[in-house]
C-alpha cells in the first residue's frame, strides 16, 4: 500500500526519491491538464511537467501544507506555464515587428476529423476559442484554467496564483465575460 500524500511529502522532504516519485505519479496527469490547458501545446505541457517537478523536488522542504500538495504543484505548474507564454508573446510580438505580414497564428488552428456538421461545429468554435484565449490576460487565462478545466474553488486558485481571493474571482469573471462575447456569434447562430 502507498503511502499518503503526508507520509510521502515528508520522505521526500529528507531526500526519499522513491517517495517523491510516487508523488509524481500520483499528480503528473493533474499537472499536465494544467498545463495542456495553459499552453495549448503537447510538447509544452511536457516540459512543464518536467519543471514543475524538478522544481518541487528541489523545494519540497519548504512545502509548509497552508494548501494541498496539489494546489502547491498547480501553483508552480501555473507560474512555469506564465512564464513560457510571456516569452513566447514577447518572441512573437518581436517576430511581428520584423515581419508584420507573419501568419504565424494559422498554425495554432487545431483541425479535427468527425462527421461534418461536428467539423464545421468545432472549427467555427475552435476558430475563435483559441485566439479568445489568447488574449485572455495571463492572470484570466490562468484562473480560468484552474476554475473551469481543473475545478478548483477560488480560494484554491488565489493559493495556486498567490493572489487574494477577490482578485482569483475577478479574473475568472473576467475571462468568462471575454469568453462569452467571443463565442457569442458561433452559439446564437445554432
Not at 166 to 182: D, P
Request: aromatic share 6%.
Amino acid at each position: 500500500m502507498e503511502p499518503s500524500d503526508e507520509i510521502a511529502i515528508g520522505r521526500a522532504s529528507r531526500g526519499d526519491r522513491d517517495a517523491f516519485r510516487i508523488l509524481v505519479e500520483r499528480h503528473a496527469k493533474a499537472v499536465f491538464r494544467v498545463a495542456y490547458r495553459m499552453t495549448a501545446d503537447q510538447s509544452d505541457a511536457e516540459d512543464m511537467v518536467q519543471e514543475t517537478f524538478l522544481r518541487a523536488w528541489k523545494e519540497i522542504a519548504r512545502f509548509d501544507g497552508r494548501a494541498s500538495f496539489q494546489t502547491w504543484l498547480h501553483r508552480i505548474c501555473a507560474n512555469r506555464s506564465l512564464d513560457l507564454i510571456r516569452a513566447r508573446r514577447r518572441m512573437r510580438d518581436a517576430r511581428r515587428y520584423a515581419d508584420p505580414e507573419s501568419n504565424d497564428w494559422l498554425e495554432q488552428v487545431p483541425t479535427v476529423s468527425p462527421t461534418p456538421e461536428r467539423l464545421a461545429q468545432s472549427s467555427q468554435i475552435s476558430a475563435r476559442l483559441q485566439p479568445a484565449m489568447a488574449e485572455l490576460s495571463e492572470m484570466e487565462r490562468a484562473a480560468f484554467v484552474l476554475r473551469h478545466f481543473e475545478g478548483m474553488r477560488t480560494e484554491e486558485i488565489a493559493q495556486a496564483l498567490g493572489v487574494a481571493p477577490g482578485a482569483a474571482k475577478h479574473s475568472v469573471f473576467r475571462a468568462v465575460q471575454k469568453l462569452r462575447r467571443a463565442l457569442e456569434p458561433v452559439m446564437t447562430a445554432k
